[in-house]
C-alpha cells in the first residue's frame, strides 16, 4: 500500500502537466488490473461513471488524487456490503482539453443498478461534489457515441 502511495505522489496532477508543457489537450489514465480499456473482456460488461467540468475553477487535480486515493485505499467498499464495490473499479480517466475537462471513474459492471448507482453515489460522497453537481454513467459499448444518453445520473 505504501509503495502504491509513494508511487500516486510520483504521478503528475492533470492541471500541472498541461501547465508544464503547454499542451492543448492531456488525458492521464490509472488503471488498477491489467486490461486494455475498452477491448478487453473483463471490461464488455462495464460502463464509467463521467463528471464533465463546466468550470475551471473546479478542483481537478484534488478530485483526481482524491479518486485515486480512494481506488487504491478501498474506500468504496464497506464492511456492511455483500461483496466489495471496489472490486467492480477498474480505473480512472481525466481528460483536459480546451473544450472542457473530463473525469471517468470505470466500472467493469454495468447490468446491476444497484451497484452501478452506489459506486456513483460513493464516488460523488468521496469528492464532497454539491449537490448542484451531476455525474452521468453511460456503458461501455456505446460510449462515445452520438446517440449516447446517460444511464443512470446522481
Known sequence: MSKAIDHLMKVHRPKQKIQNNRLRSVIVSIYLTKFVPCGDP???NGGRWLLTFGSPDMK???LWQETLLGMIGDCFSHDSDPQPL???ITGCVVSIRVRGHKMGLWLSEAQNPNIVREIGRRWKSMMNLPSTIRIQFETHNESG??????????
Request: charged share 30%; proline share 5%.
Open 145 to 154: 457515441s452520438a446517440q449516447q444518453k446517460p444511464i443512470y445520473e446522481e
Open 86 to 88: 471496489s472490486r467492480f
Open 42 to 44: 473483463a471490461n464488455a
Open 60 to 62: 481537478l487535480d484534488d
